[in-house]
């Protein structure tokens, strides 16, 4: 597909990135890019496949309204295609082992020689520096959590051992730190002139998700117990299956008078007043007993209308086909579908988030095989026939015609 080809749309019209990308974080990353405007092209290995590839449609998401060149960075005509692009990218996306690039040739200093003003994401396991023993060391998302700490504190006990959270919390949150800063960069970069070079650690994208929890344990020196579902401080276990046999998420910091009553607690001079009540207050364990008795004798309905009356934050814990079926959802288009090339077929999946009110991002094109736009993209940067021919010749560059 050619850019001429494609719509104009979104906030970041005329904003250029060139990502060179696997997996998760840093695709995601170039996909938010992609869905505001931005023309991005995404340079694939046909040597190498991206494992994402085999997980579902997780590909599908994060490759919508991206370009394909399939690029041999190891050729030397890969090299001079590599550096034409950079010469006229405002953003550059990466998330190879620390040091690839440099042993490419690309070290940030020779692509800032090519761009001055270039803004480089660099996403991985443990940074850029740091202890040599980690620097580069491969990681996924759920490496980024365990060294995070986040894992250490979710789990149903200290006796059941640590939970993975899924899916993909580290590498959607290293995706979203990677593209803020990006842009605060390309601000910087259009008004000095000056680019800037991102190191973005998965592990501290998990760490900074973690709120008080970890600035408590490092500077208390105590670790957060394992409770599961249950709230930390509030004597309150949050998810609670109802008498229909659902699920719904109850959040009470601070219970009324009027609830009290409700659970049935109205004569407890204890708890009758209402007011907070800790998870280690001596109140908690016929508190929260009452809960659980009152959602267990009412269906989901009931107790979210209650929660409603009470001014209660409440919500029904949706599987993915009440979310489909949810009519808020479908207010808001949460949901839309797009035909996906890759996988040749009509794909649903989450819309544009967040919604913008003037200039809406879009899904103008499903993601795509290695290569499929190399050709025109080569023609775009000024490469002659003869010379995408050679360049196909050398194995620089490759891709369906």
Known sequence: MK?????????????????????????????????????????????????MKLYGRTFSMEH??????????KAEGGKKVFSKLIGEADIFIENSKPGTWKKLGFSDEDLWAIKPDLVIVHI???????????????????IGQAFSGIMSMNGV???????????YTCDYMSGLIGAWS??????????TGTGESIDVAMYEAAARLQAGYLCDAVTDGKQPDRIGNGDSLTACDV???????????????????????????????????????????????????????????????????????FGMPSSPVLDYAECKQNP???????????????????TTGVGMVPKFKNNPGQIVRGSVG??????????EFGFQPDEIESLRAEGAVTGER
């Not at 919508?64 to 399939?70: D, P, T, V, W």
């Not at 396991?125 to 491969?138: M, R, S, W």
Request: hydrophobic residues 40%; charged residues 25%; negative net charge.
């Open 3 to 51: 850019i001429t080809e494609m719509p104009a749309f979104g906030n970041l019209q005329g904003l250029k990135v060139v990502a060179c990308h696997t997996a998760l974080a840093a695709p995601y990353c170039a996909s938010v890019f992609a869905e505001n405007g931005a023309e991005v092209i995404s340079i694939e290995n046909p040597g190498k496949m991206d494992v």
């Open 64 to 73: 919508r309204n991206k370009r394909s060149l399939g690029l041999n960075l």
């Open 124 to 142: 991985s396991g443990f940074g850029q520096y740091g202890d040599p023993a980690f620097v580069p060391l491969p990681a996924y998302d759920m």
């Open 157 to 167: 006990s200290n006796e059941a051992g640590p939970m993975y959270l899924k899916p």
């Open 182 to 191: 990006a842009l605060a960069a390309y601000i910087n970069a259009k008004r």
């Open 239 to 309: 998810v609670y299956r109802t008498s229909d046999d659902k699920w719904v998420i109850l959040a009470i910091p601070i219970p009324s008078p009027a609830f009290i009553a409700e659970i049935g607690l109205g004569d407890d001079p204890e708890l009758r007043d209402g007011g907070f009540v800790g998870r280690t207050d001596p109140r908690a364990p016929r508190y929260m007993q009452a809960i659980e008795d009152y959602v267990a004798s009412h269906t989901r309905d009931e107790v979210l209308a209650m929660g409603a009356k």
């Open 328 to 346: 808020h959802w479908e207010a808001r288009e949460t949901l839309v579908q797009w035909y996906d090339p890759f996988t040749k077929t009509d």
């Open 370 to 379: 290695v290569g499929v736009d190399t050709d025109d993209i080569l023609e």
